[in-house]
């Protein structure tokens, strides 16, 4: 599975927008300082740092850190056009209004070493790292005080609609493979709310951050068709030898052509201030 698959990363943008736990993100809103330092863990094509400005983050600093190098090149090239930016002479960045920004090629897991930052984010990223090690890793890059905001964490539950005989046992090896990678977990949203209520600190806000993309008018909107593209792509990569998935493939592919196929993935999103 190539989660950091620019189509991919960029069709999900409406559906994280309307996923998103607006409670949650109040709460986070309500708890940065006038000009944070923000780190990003798996920022893949950098639409966080849209999002933060149109919440009104726009003086202090960003940066962002996906280990896959080519997906950074493209986050620096996407946002700064989105954002009307000019890039920094060094190329590694760009400046919205105050707020300097910043992608870099690494591993989230160990790159924040030394930092004192007010906010870690990390979107649609811990499923796919051991949760533990994720919360020391972003612990340990914090300020006194300073937040981690997980918004969009799969918490394994898949639904495609309408109903097919197979769905199952699809849906059961679907998550089964996620697991089966290292250091993936498809529970990973409950498990990272008990590990936040059992380490020192406190789970600020929590809330379900559901992507449920439906058709209307017997389409999808903006590039949303891709998007469910994208995950039965990755249900396919899961399902070599399931009875019946042969069939639920032809049948899903067809429901997505004629515009009939809904899809819900449940998450959440989490506000956590480590103690
Ligand atoms: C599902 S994508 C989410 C990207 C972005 N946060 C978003 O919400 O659109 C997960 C990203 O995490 C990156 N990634 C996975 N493990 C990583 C690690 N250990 N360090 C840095 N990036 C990682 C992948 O390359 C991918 O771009």
């Not at 059961?172 to 990272?192: S, T």
């Amino acid at each position: 599975m190539n989660h950091a698959d620019e189509g991919y990363l960029e069709a999900k943008r409406t559906v994280d927008e309307r996923a998103l736990d607006r409670r949650v993100r109040d709460r986070l809103l309500d708890e940065l300082p006038a000009a944070p330092r923000v780190l990003e863990a798996g920022c893949g094509t950098g639409v966080t740092v849209p999002r933060l400005v149109a919440w009104g983050v726009t003086d202090g600093e960003y940066r962002g850190v996906d280990r896959d190098a080519a997906t950074v090149e493209r986050a620096r090239a996407l946002r700064a056009a989105e954002l009307d930016a000019d890039a920094d002479a060094d190329g590694e960045g760009f400046r919205v209004d105050d707020l300097t920004v910043r992608f870099e090629a690494g591993d989230a897991l160990d790159a924040f070493a030394g930092e004192r930052a007010d906010l870690v984010v990390a979107a649609a990223f811990l499923d796919l790292v051991p949760v533990d090690e994720a919360l020391d890793a972003f612990a340990s890059a914090l300020a006194p005080g300073g937040l981690v905001y997980a918004p969009i964490t799969f918490d394994g539950e898949t639904v495609f609609q309408p109903d097919h005989p197979a769905d199952d046992a699809v849906v059961a090896a679907y998550h089964d493979a996620i697991d089966d990678e290292p250091g993936r977990d498809a529970r990973a949203g409950r498990h990272l709310l008990d590990r936040c209520r059992a380490r020192d600190g406190a789970l600020l806000a929590a809330g379900a951050s559901d992507w449920i993309v439906h058709p209307r008018d017997g389409g999808y909107p903006a590039d949303e068709r891709r998007f469910l593209g994208a995950i039965l792509s990755f249900v396919e990569e899961a399902v070599d030898g399931v009875p019946g998935a042969e069939d639920w493939l032809r049948t899903r592919r067809r429901q997505l052509d004629s515009g009939t196929l809904t899809y819900v993935a449940h998450g959440y999103d989490v506000l956590y201030r480590p103690g």
